[in-house]
């Protein structure tokens, strides 16, 4: 494997040293263990995941009641904690500040959360592994089983990673959650703050509906606005999430 080091992250030239070259390789307790901190998984009254840190020891504990891919986020992101702002001790992390989508925030639980996202889905083995694929929820869903993360983080990887015009929302009954966008997605194009009525979308957030639909060609004003979206095309794919959004991926079709 051909790696320019001085184009690595920091949690990528970690994993870089302990000699990773395949998902496979990333063992988050071993590197915590290797690191001076003991990981925990057990049931936490009023937080996901914690660090109690001691010189140069700590205890982490994560949430054994979470999903694996939120239990194996939340690690990576005390990890990050013990890495990078060990002097500052205890960190209780609640389930809003640990997770893939709050990655930019300039805040202590952002940079944790980006280096967190960087430990699981490693842009120098994520890269080689989505070329030639495109940004849909199936090739997020390899992804996540490839990198053993959730399909919410998968996803996010894959749209910010991809070249093309593409979106990733995600929508509660109420409106847009948060939003990510590909870096060549049109700075002056919108994601709807409403699920549109004629969407299979707006049949799982507000029927019985779940699971996923196939990625579908739509009319692009159904989700973005912005100048003559009325004209274009999009391909969607949607997802019914565990805590009952929705998640869809949008890429542009021309
Ligand atoms: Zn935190």
């Not at 996901?48 to 690690?75: H, K, M, N, P, Y």
């Not at 274009?232 to 869809?248: F, G, N, R, Y």
């Given at each position: 494997m051909?790696?320019?080091r001085?184009?690595l992250s920091?949690?990528e030239?970690l994993?870089?040293g302990y000699?990773?070259t395949?998902p496979?390789?990333?063992d988050?307790?071993?590197?915590?263990?290797d690191?001076g901190?003991?990981?925990k998984?057990?049931?936490l009254?009023?937080c996901?995941?914690?660090?109690?840190?001691?010189?140069d020891?700590a205890?982490?504990?994560?949430?054994?009641?979470?999903?694996?891919?939120?239990?194996?986020?939340s690690?990576?992101?005390?990890l990050?904690?013990w890495?990078?702002?060990?002097?500052?001790?205890v960190?209780?992390?609640?389930k809003e500040d640990?997770g893939?989508?709050?990655?930019?925030?300039?805040?202590v639980?952002g940079?944790?959360?980006n280096?967190?996202s960087?430990?699981?889905?490693p842009?120098?083995l994520?890269?080689?592994?989505?070329?030639g694929?495109?940004a849909?929820?199936?090739?997020a869903n390899?992804l996540s089983?490839?990198?053993s993360c959730?399909?919410?983080?998968a996803?996010?990887k894959?749209?910010?990673?991809?070249?093309?015009?593409?979106c990733?929302a995600?929508h509660?009954?109420r409106?847009l959650v948060?939003?990510?966008r590909?870096?060549?997605?049109?700075?002056?194009?919108y994601?709807v703050?409403?699920?549109?009525?004629?969407?299979?979308?707006f049949?799982m957030?507000?029927g019985?509906?779940g699971?996923i639909t196939?990625?579908?060609?739509?009319p692009?004003?159904r989700w973005?606005?912005g100048p003559?979206t009325?004209r274009?095309?999009v391909?969607?794919q949607?997802?019914?999430?565990p805590?009952s959004?929705v998640l869809t991926?949008i890429?542009?079709?021309?």
């Amino acid at each position: 494997m051909n790696i320019d080091r001085r184009q690595l992250s920091p949690a990528e030239q970690l994993l870089w040293g302990y000699g990773v070259t395949d998902p496979s390789h990333i063992d988050l307790v071993a590197i915590a263990n290797d690191k001076g901190a003991e990981v925990k998984f057990r049931p936490l009254g009023g937080c996901e995941a914690r660090l109690v840190a001691r010189g140069d020891s700590a205890i982490i504990s994560v949430s054994s009641t979470s999903s694996q891919g939120r239990q194996r986020f939340s690690l990576a992101h005390e990890l990050a904690h013990w890495i990078c702002d060990r002097d500052r001790g205890v960190f209780l992390c609640a389930k809003e500040d640990i997770g893939p989508q709050n990655s930019e925030a300039k805040s202590v639980e952002g940079h944790a959360n980006n280096y967190a996202s960087q430990l699981i889905l490693p842009t120098y083995l994520v890269d080689p592994w989505l070329k030639g694929r495109r940004a849909n929820l199936d090739v997020a869903n390899q992804l996540s089983k490839e990198f053993s993360c959730s399909l919410t983080a998968a996803a996010i990887k894959l749209v910010k990673q991809y070249s093309a015009p593409a979106c990733l929302a995600c929508h509660s009954n109420r409106g847009l959650v948060w939003h990510q966008r590909s870096l060549s997605f049109p700075s002056d194009f919108y994601v709807v703050g409403q699920v549109h009525h004629d969407t299979a979308a707006f049949e799982m957030l507000f029927g019985v509906g779940g699971g996923i639909t196939r990625p579908k060609a739509e009319p692009a004003n159904r989700w973005i606005s912005g100048p003559q979206t009325y004209r274009l095309e999009v391909i969607a794919q949607t997802v019914k999430l565990p805590d009952s959004t929705v998640l869809t991926m949008i890429s542009l079709n021309r």
